[in-house]
């Protein structure tokens, strides 16, 4: 399950970029979603295909990342 919490009123197609970082303890991806630079977002999912649907904009260089 993906949790997204826009921020400022946001959309989660209006995201261009991101970061994340996987959480052993709690077996889950945590990150950040940005717009030009600005922290706008964040999310918490249990996979990263996941993530690459909720933001189908960000799925190519999320692909690249992780191959």
Known sequence: ???I???YE???EEVTGINWSFYGYDVVYRGNLYKNGKT???FTADTM???QEAFPQLSESI???LN
């Open 1 to 3: 399950m993906i949790k």
């Open 5 to 7: 919490d826009m921020w």
């Open 10 to 12: 946001y959309k989660p």
């Open 40 to 42: 706008i977002g964040d």
């Open 49 to 51: 295909q996941e993530v």
């Open 63 to 65: 692909n690249k990342a």
